[in-house]
């Protein structure tokens, strides 16, 4: 049986940008054996801009007997979370422009 979608979300303000995010995606298998790291939905509260996409490396955790990977849910920081989205600004996300997702990918977990 799936898990449940964990609601995880919150609302900043940065460089005067009234900003929502959310978890969009948990770590999960895709494919035969790649594995997707988590990933978390940014936009701008109350307006049809564009959106930003921080993607996640993934956490591989080997069980004790080695049989299998387990994949657990991340721990989400809100000043990390606040952090990559301040990275992805200067990398060239800008909140007040229109257009396709902006996707960032992050060097680190949002823990």
């Not at 940065?14 to 054996?33: A, K, P």
Request: hydrophobic share 35%.
């Amino acid at each position: 049986m799936p898990r449940p979608k964990r609601s995880v979300q919150s609302e900043i303000k940065i460089d005067g940008f009234s900003l929502v995010w959310n978890l969009h995606r948990e770590q999960q298998w895709c494919g035969e054996d790649r594995l997707k790291g988590a990933a978390i939905h940014v936009q701008v509260a109350g307006a049809a801009r564009r959106e930003l996409l921080l993607e996640y490396p993934t956490i591989r955790t080997q069980k004790d007997d080695g049989s299998r990977i387990d994949v657990r849910p991340q721990k989400i920081a809100e000043r990390k979370v606040e952090s990559h989205i301040r990275e992805a600004m200067a990398a060239g996300w800008d909140p007040d422009s229109r257009g396709k997702p902006f996707v960032y990918q992050v060097a680190e977990l949002p823990n």
